[in-house]
C-alpha cells in the first residue's frame, strides 16, 4: 500500500472483475495436401471461396480428402485452420521469365532546330508483333524560335513537341539531362517484332524516310529458364548496372509465392485457363505493368520499369516499395547466368553516351539554311519488358510419390522452426478443438495425430478405416489391429472412430465420389456447437443427420451396428434408415475402459473446460498462495462450471480450492491446486419401452 505523508484526497484503482473468457469451441484444424498456398503453416480459412483462393480446387489426383473436408465443413462454421503439407525436397514453385528486349530509338543530335530553323519529322511504330499502330504517320513540328537561342535545349524541345500523353504508349521522346541538346525519338514497344520509321521534311519540301529501326531483343537460357536478357558482356548499356565479373545473362523470373503445380498456367481439358501467367502491358516510355493473372482473370498489376530502383520489379511486387501493394500470388527476382554475378544496383534508363553512326545530313525546313544532324542510335540505350502473356510452369506440390513419403509430410516435425505438418497445430493461440487428416487412412498418420491430441490435451481427433475396407468385421479388424494396413489398436479418449464413408456429389468434379466420414463427423460437431452446446452428443436425428449424402459405402443393420458399437469395440456407426435418412449412429471415443470420457459429449466437455479454466487461473500465477488468493480463484471457477450447468453439461459440481487441496508440500512447491468435482451429463443412448400387459380388474393408478 502507498504511504500517505500529507493530508489529500487519494484514488486508489484495483480491478476484480476478472471473470471467464469465451472460448471457441469449433475450430477445426485439418491437414492434407494441395496444389498451391503456403506450406507447413496453419492458415486461417474463413469461407469455401476463401481456401479455394489461398489452396486451389480440390481434385481426386491429390492424396486424401483435405480440401474437400474443408469445403463441406466450412458450410457449417467460418473458423477452420488447414495445414498443407509438403515435402520441402521435392516442392518447387513455379516461375515464368520476364523477357526484355530494347526500344528502337532514333538520335536527334545538337543541332539548330527551334532556334533558327524548323524541324519537321513524320512518325509510324509497328508493335512486337509487327501491327502499325497508326493509321496515318504522326508529325512532329517544332517552329523557328520555340527554343531559346542560348539554352541550347533542342533535346527538351523534342520531348515537349512529342510529350503530353499524345500517343504516349506507341512513342515518346527523350533528353538527356547532362547534355540537353541531345534528343531521341524512341518507341515504346521492345523486342525484335517492334519497329519505328522516322522521315525528316527536307529543304526540297518533300517527305525523306530516315530509317526504319529495328532493336534488338534478348533471349538464352539462364538458370535454366526458357529466355532472359543475355549478352557476351553486360555493361550499363543494357540499362542496369550491377557489380561482379564473369557474369554472361541478366534477366527477371516471376515466381509464385509458394510451392505447387497448382500455379503452372496452361487450358483445362473443358478449355478452361488453369494456373497463373504474367502479362506485359506496354506504358509510356520506360513503364511497362506487369498483370499477374489467376485462371485467365487479372488480379494485380504493378507498375514497373528500369529507371530506378523503385520501379524494379522485385521491389515493385516483393516488398510494395511504392504505393502498390505487395502481391500475394508472385514474386520477383533479377537472376544473373556466369560466375560471380554480383548484385544489381541502380538500373539507368539512359546510360550508354556512345557516339552514333550513320549520322545522315539532312536538312529540314531551314529558314536560314543552317543544318542538323540525325542519327541512329548504335546501342540499345532504351530497355523495357516484351509487351505478352506468358504461363507460369515448373511447379510442384511436394507430394511424395510412396505412402511412406507422404506419411512423413503429413506427420512433420516438432523440432522444426516452425514447425511443420499436423504439429503446426500444436499452438495454443489457434484454439483447435477438432482435427482430421480427411482421406488418409495410414496408421502412421493417424497414431501421430492420436498422440498429438493426447499431448496438447486440447482437441479431438477423427479417425476412420480406409475405404473398400469391406465388411463390418473388416472394420472391426481394422480398429483392433488386425488388418494388413494396421498392426496396432487404437484405444484413446482423444480420438473417435467412424465407418463406412459416405458418396457425396463433387461439384469440382462433375460427378459422385466417396467421401471420409471424418469430415462429416467434424461438420456436425461445429453445427452441434452452432445450434446446441459442445457437451450435446453429435449423433442422432437431430445433430447427426447428413444431408448432403446420397449413400453409405455399406448398408449396416442393427446387428452390424450392436458389433461396431459394443463388446469392446468403438467405431461409431453411420446408419442410413428408410425414414431418417442417413445418420451418425454413435458418439464414442475410442477408449476401450468404461468410464464417463469414452463418449464423446463428454471428452469434449472435459476439453472446452480445460480451455476456459486455464483461461481463468492465468491471471493468478505469481499471486500470494495463500487463503486470499484461493478463495478468489474458486469463486473465478465456480461461475465457470455453474453457467454449463445451466447449459445442461453437467448436473452437479464442487470447487475446492483450500488447505485441504493446498497442502504445505505444494505451496513449498509453487503450486496452487483447485479440484474440481463433476458430474458430467449423460446422454440417453438406449431408449427402452416397457409394455406390461394386465386383466381387466388391475387397477392402473397403483402400477
Known amino acids: 500500500m502507498p504511504n500517505f505523508l500529507s493530508p489529500d484526497t487519494f484514488f486508489i484503482e484495483k480491478n476484480i472483475s476478472e471473470y471467464a473468457p469465451v472460448i471457441n469451441s469449433s475450430v477445426v484444424g485439418l491437414v492434407g495436401f494441395a496444389s498451391k498456398g503456403p506450406t507447413n503453416v496453419a492458415t486461417l480459412i474463413t469461407s469455401p471461396q476463401a481456401l479455394i483462393d489461398t489452396f486451389g480446387e480440390p481434385m481426386e489426383a491429390i492424396p486424401g480428402q483435405a480440401l474437400e473436408g474443408a469445403i463441406e ?293 531551314l529558314g536560314d539554311g543552317s543544318s542538323g544532324r540525325i542519327g541512329k542510335n548504335f546501342n540499345p540505350r532504351f530497355i523495357k519488358a516484351l509487351a505478352k502473356t506468358t504461363n507460369f510452369s515448373g511447379g510442384n506440390s511436394g507430394i511424395g510419390s510412396s505412402a511412406a513419403d507422404r506419411d512423413t509430410a503429413l506427420i512433420g516435425s516438432q523440432a522444426s522452426t516452425p514447425k511443420t505438418g499436423m504439429q503446426a497445430l500444436d499452438n495454443e493461440l489457434l484454439n483447435i478443438s477438432i482435427a482430421a487428416v480427411p482421406g488418409i487412412s495410414t496408421q502412421a498418420t493417424q497414431n501421430a495425430l492420436v498422440t498429438l491430441a493426447e499431448s496438447t490435451q486440447s482437441f479431438i481427433a477423427l479417425l476412420s478405416p480406409p475405404y473398400g475396407v469391406g465388411s463390418t468385421q473388416a472394420a472391426i479388424d481394422w480398429h483392433n489391429g488386425f488388418a494388413d494396413s494396421r498392426n496396432a489398436s487404437i484405444n484413446s479418449s482423444y480420438a473417435a472412430i467412424y465407418w463406412p464413408w459416405v458418396q457425396t456429389f463433387d461439384v469440382f468434379a462433375s460427378q459422385d465420389r466417396w467421401y471420409d466420414p471424418v469430415i462429416y463427423a467434424a461438420r456436425q460437431m461445429v453445427y452441434t456447437d452452432a445450434n446446441y452446446y459442445p457437451w450435446f452428443a453429435p449423433a442422432g436425428s437431430k445433430r447427426g443427420r447428413l444431408t448432403k449424402p446420397s449413400s453409405v459405402e455399406v448398408i449396416l443393420n442393427q446387428g452390424d451396428a450392436d458389433s461396431l458399437y459394443s463388446g469392446g469395440n468403438v467405431i461409431n456407426p453411420i446408419m442410413n434408415f428408410p425414414q431418417e435418412g442417413i445418420v451418425i449412429w454413435g458418439q464414442r471415443t475410442s477408449k476401450r475402459t468404461p468410464a464417463a470420457d469414452d463418449r464423446i459429449n463428454v471428452k469434449r466437455l472435459v476439453i472446452q473446460t480445460f480451455k476456459v479454466t486455464r483461461a481463468v487461473g492465468r491471471p493468478f500465477i505469481f499471486e500470494p498462495n495463500d487463503e486470499f488468493t484461493w478463495d478468489l480463484l474458486e469463486a473465478a471457477v465456480n461461475p465457470v462450471l455453474d453457467k454449463i450447468k445451466r447449459q445442461r453439461g453437467i448436473t452437479e459440481f464442487r470447487v475446492v480450492c483450500d488447505e485441504t487441496t493446498n497442502t504445505p508440500e505444494r505451496i513449498d512447491n509453487n503450486q496452487l491446486w483447485c479440484k474440481l468435482l463433476v458430474k458430467p451429463t449423460k446422454t440417453a443412448e438406449f431408449i427402452i419401452f416397457e409394455l406390461n400387459l394386465t386383466n381387466q380388474s388391475a387397477q392402473l393408478g397403483n402400477l
Not at 249 to 276: E, F, R
Not at 323 to 344: C, E, M, T, V
Open 73 to 365: 465443413i466450412l458450410e457449417s462454421t467460418n473458423s477452420l485452420y488447414f495445414v498443407r503439407a509438403a515435402d520441402e525436397t521435392t516442392a518447387a514453385n513455379a516461375s515464368s521469365v520476364v523477357e526484355f528486349g530494347s526500344c528502337p530509338a532514333l538520335e536527334v543530335c545538337a543541332g539548330s532546330y527551334g532556334v533558327t530553323s524548323t524541324l519537321a519529322l513524320k512518325v509510324q511504330v509497328w508493335d512486337n508483333d509487327g501491327v502499325q499502330q497508326f493509321a496515318n504517320p504522326k508529325i512532329i513540328h517544332i517552329a523557328t524560335g520555340t527554343v531559346n537561342a542560348t539554352s541550347g535545349h533542342q533535346g527538351m524541345a523534342l520531348a515537349k513537341a512529342i510529350g503530353g500523353t499524345r500517343d504516349s504508349d506507341k512513342f515518346g521522346a527523350y533528353f538527356d539531362s547532362a547534355t540537353t541538346s541531345t534528343g531521341f525519338i524512341v518507341g515504346n514497344f521492345a523486342g525484335s517484332g517492334a519497329k519505328i520509321s522516322v522521315s525528316a521534311y527536307d529543304s526540297t519540301a518533300t517527305w525523306t524516310l530516315l530509317d526504319i529501326l529495328t532493336p534488338l531483343q534478348f533471349s538464352g537460357a539462364n538458370a535454366g529458364q526458357a529466355s532472359a536478357l543475355a549478352a557476351t558482356s553486360l555493361t550499363t548499356t543494357y540499362g542496369i548496372s550491377f557489380s561482379g565479373t564473369g557474369a554472361s545473362g541478366l534477366g527477371y523470373v516471376a515466381q509464385s509465392l509458394y510451392p505447387g503445380a497448382g500455379y503452372n498456367g496452361g487450358t483445362k481439358t473443358n478449355g478452361d485457363t488453369s494456373g497463373n501467367s504474367i502479362t506485359i502491358q506496354n506504358l509510356a516510355g520506360p513503364y511497362f505493368n506487369v498483370v499477374v493473372n489467376d485462371n485467365g482473370a487479372l488480379k494485380e498489376s504493378f507498375k514497373c520499369s528500369l529507371v530506378s530502383a523503385q520501379d524494379f520489379i522485385e521491389n515493385k511486387i516483393n516488398t510494395s516499395f511504392t504505393a502498390n501493394l505487395k502481391s500475394k500470388i508472385i514474386q520477383g527476382s533479377l537472376f544473373f547466368s556466369g560466375a560471380d554475378a554480383g548484385s544489381p544496383s541502380q538500373a539507368t534508363y539512359f546510360a550508354d553516351t556512345a557516339s552514333t553512326i550513320g549520322i545522315v545530313g539532312i536538312y529540314g525546313r
